[in-house]
């Protein structure tokens, strides 16, 4: 098998941006049909449903059903806000998305705007892709010279503004409610829910949030149909999806296939193991979702249903793959050390137990682990879970349980011998700059 | 305080939001005066917070939340390095060790000559590139191999 290309096909890195390459793609197809024929907002949400389209950003929660949840009858202004803040370590499709193909991503938010009635639209961009921002807002401007954005959207009495936010550096904006507080000009600290945010979310207004390629998935099910799209994948997991591939691989990068493709054709696509070594871990849907075996993930395929089935979870379709050279529990180490920095403080479970975690792993990973620490890891990972505001509680727990449950041993073996059961040397080897060749 | 072409490029992000919503350009404002000022002072924030109409503190409160406001005064070339672990991966920590030593600092440190200050970074959403800089915030610097460093700094430093 190899790659199914929907939103990454015909890309380049200089053109493929741009309007006019756009349309040559069937681009702005969708949007057109829909507002010369007037399709039903209804009949729109149903080809969503279909197609069984899952959020892309990270809860795989179907699409439709979340835009039907807006309320219709509500006469003031509703939103519709993107989620490019891309922060979860792994995942790096959205920036792609957004620099070479941000038509499509406009063209799905549009339509959006159509479908539930709303009068503006911001997309959030990670602070770190600055770059990406300035092409995006470009982007835009082309858009609102064709008439495809402002008032009386190419002709018809349908009016919607689209804006560009850039971020500046907080993992925790990537959760729905801390980015509109982000948006409002606050600290992104994420709100309480209920009220979600279709009842109560930007400026307080109903507001619909879905990730980039979520977004960029909707012209292309208009066009196909939602069946095809479905049928692209398998059943509760339609489509296609891109899966980004870092770690120990001979070619990381994004790669969109068939949900349901199996794990071992997608580390053939990415090269295969890097210097022929021995796979030994995968974090299958970015850093937050629990770690697999090597072994496991050979069994799997890459659907929403397989890898919960399994313990773990597709999430952003962030697959980091660890081989034998990798110290799981340095690895750990560092994930831990990025929750802590990233916790927003607001919760006393999450500000306090994220600390607690990394000094522990700190400790581990520099020899001077105790005994009981493996219980107590597992007890404080426990009792952030599910005690938090927004999930990066859980996001910080997950890992820690994951990497306990499968890699124990490794763990007991830093406590009892004070150094790590892969050779230093061994690491550092596996650890070096690598980049690929094309 | 700042100048007319900073002033001019807040007004543009503030007409993305509704009228009685122009706090929600702060973010931009900051960026856009640490840009101009290199780093933001205490008046500099005052004087972003006065400019859209809200409390200095809250101002305040966004500058020191997000990671890449500097609060501080920095060198003229902010290096941030990535070595959350898939960048590790793949050489993102040689790579910061290698430019620690280049630079004879450690992070969170500048060069005597105040031209360069190095930082580590948390994931800047491209970790198919490791190694990945960011250059004074806003230029991504990718597949950073020890030549390509070189290169990099060699620019910097003329």
Not at chain 1, 170 to 194: D, I
Not at chain 1, 282 to 302: C, D, F, H, K, R
Not at chain 1, 303 to 328: H, R
Not at chain 2, 92 to 97: I, Q, R
């Amino acid at each position: 098998m190899s790659e199914h290309k929907l939103i990454l096909a015909d890309l380049d890195g200089d053109r493929s941006w741009r309007l006019a390459d756009y349309a040559q793609r069937r681009g702005y197809e969708a949007l057109k049909k829909i507002v010369a024929e007037k399709i039903a907002p209804d009949d729109i949400i149903a080809t969503l449903k279909t197609a069984n389209l899952r959020g892309r950003g990270g809860a795989g929660f179907p699409t439709g059903l979340k835009w039907s949840f807006m309320p219709k009858a509500y006469t003031g202004p509703k939103y519709v806000v993107c989620n490019s803040d891309e922060g979860e370590p792994g995942t790096f499709k959205d920036r792609d998305i957004l620099r070479y193909n941000p038509h499509a991503v406009i063209e799905g938010m549009i339509i959006a705007g159509y479908t539930m009635g709303c009068v503006a639209g911001y997309n959030y961009i990670h602070g770190e892709i600055f770059e990406v921002y300035e092409r995006f807002e470009a982007a835009l401007d082309e858009a609102r010279a064709a008439g495809l954005l402002g008032r009386n959207i190419l002709g018809s009495d349908f009016s919607f503004e689209l804006f560009a936010h850039h971020g500046y550096g907080a993992y925790v904006c990537g959760e729905e409610t801390g980015l509109l507080e982000s948006l409002e000009g606050k600290k992104g600290q994420p709100r309480f829910k209920p009220p979600f945010p279709a009842s109560f979310g930007l400026y307080g207004k109903p507001t619909t949030i879905n990730n980039t390629e979520t977004f960029a998935s909707v012209p292309f099910i208009l066009r196909m149909g939602g069946e095809t799209f479905l049928n692209l994948g398998k059943p509760n997991n339609g489509g296609t999806k891109i899966f980004s591939v870092s770690g120990h691989v001979n070619r990381p990068g994004n790669y969109e296939v068939q949900l349901g493709t199996p794990f071992a054709e997608l580390l053939e696509m990415a090269g295969g193991m890097r210097g022929g070594r021995r796979l030994k871990a995968v974090i299958p849907g970015g850093s937050s979702a629990p770690v697999l075996s090597g072994e496991l993930m050979m069994e799997l395929t890459m659907d929403y249903d397989a890898i919960a089935k399994a313990g773990s979870m597709l999430g952003s379709g962030a697959v980091i793959v660890m081989d034998e050279t990798t110290c799981m529990v340095k690895a750990l180490e560092r994930l831990s050390y990025f929750y802590f920095e990233e916790s927003c403080g607001q919760c006393t479970p999450c500000r306090e137990g994220t600390g607690w975690l990394y000094r522990m792993m700190r400790r581990l990973e520099h020899g001077e682990g105790r005994a009981e620490d493996l219980d107590l890891l597992d007890n404080v990972a426990e009792n952030i879970m599910g005690r938090t505001i927004c999930a990066l509680g859980d996001a910080a727990a997950m890992p820690v349980r994951g990497f306990l449950k499968h890699y124990r041993d490794e763990f007991a073996y830093h406590i009892e011998h004070k150094r790590c059961l892969v050779p230093v040397e061994l690491q550092r080897e596996g650890s070096r700059i690598y980049v690929r060749q094309d | 305080m700042l100048s007319p072409q900073s002033l001019l490029l807040i007004d543009r992000e503030v007409a993305k939001y509704p009228a009685d919503q122009k706090q929600s350009a702060v973010m931009a404002a900051l960026r856009i005066a640490q840009a101009e000022k290199r780093w933001l002072a205490p008046e500099t924030i005052e004087f972003v917070a006065k400019y859209l109409g809200m409390p200095t503190m809250a101002a305040y409160e966004v500058a020191s939340f997000y990671n890449m406001y500097d609060l501080q005064p920095v060198g003229a070339h902010k290096i941030t390095v990535c070595t959350n672990l898939p960048c590790a991966l793949s050489g993102g920590s040689e790579a910061a060790e290698y430019l620690k030593t280049k630079l004879g600092i450690d992070f969170n440190e500048t060069t005597p000559d105040g031209r360069f200050t190095l930082k580590e970074g948390e994931c800047m959403g491209a970790c198919g590139d490791a190694p990945v800089l960011l250059h004074n915030n806003h230029k991504m610097c990718c597949r950073m191999t020890r030549e390509e460093i070189d290169g990099l700094i060699e620019e910097l430093s003329k």
